[in-house]
């Protein structure tokens, strides 16, 4: 399921959608973007997935998904190596945002994202021009921090599953994000199926292995 609306309601919330997104920099996994409109009351403690411990994160993620209205993208490393990372975020978001409005079947009255630009102009299907993005919009606006964790909670989630089908990479501690215990396995074992081929440390691993071969 990749979004949804709590049964009670909103309450008297605004519709106004935070986005946000997780995975631009690993070096394997998928890139997924959340979308959250927040309920009234909201889940509190609200704030930038990496300012709150795991434990904090794993306890926020259920009440955010089960109280407020949200959508989820994923898009995977094939993608992200066709379009590029900046692309691909771009599609995440608008595929999330696209879920979110679908579900709550009507308008936001605005769109805060994370960042310093926004899918306007970036992507052919966007189609909220009033977006506005936040530089460290996760940490200042709840909609966007609530994003925030629920992408990153998924994410983490993906990548601890797919650490049980390649267990050499270390991902279920580091998200597939380019350590010096997943670059050295890169380097023993080369590539897998989930990691960016368009990444210069993926793209080195994978010439090395083959002249190996």
Known sequence: MFSATPERGLGAAPLVIGVDEAGRGPLAGPVVAAAVV???????GLDDSKRLSPKKRAA?????MARCAWGLAVVEPAEIDRLNIFNATMLAMTVAVSRLVAALGCEPEAVL???????HGR???????????IVGGDGKERCIGAASIIA???RDALMRAAAA??????????AGYGTAEHVEALR????????????APVAQADLFTSRVA
């Open 165 to 174: 089908r390649h267990p050499h990479y270390g991902w279920e501690r580091n």
């Open 188 to 199: 023993v074992h080369g590539p897998t199926p989930l990691h960016r081929r368009s990444f």
């Open 60 to 64: 926020l993620e259920p009440q955010i």
């Open 38 to 44: 927040l309920c009234k009351p909201c889940p509190g």
């Open 123 to 133: 992507h052919p299907e966007w189609r909220w021009a009033q977006a506005r993005p």
């Open 152 to 154: 990153k909670e998924h």
């Open 113 to 119: 994202i994370d960042g310093n630009m926004t899918p």
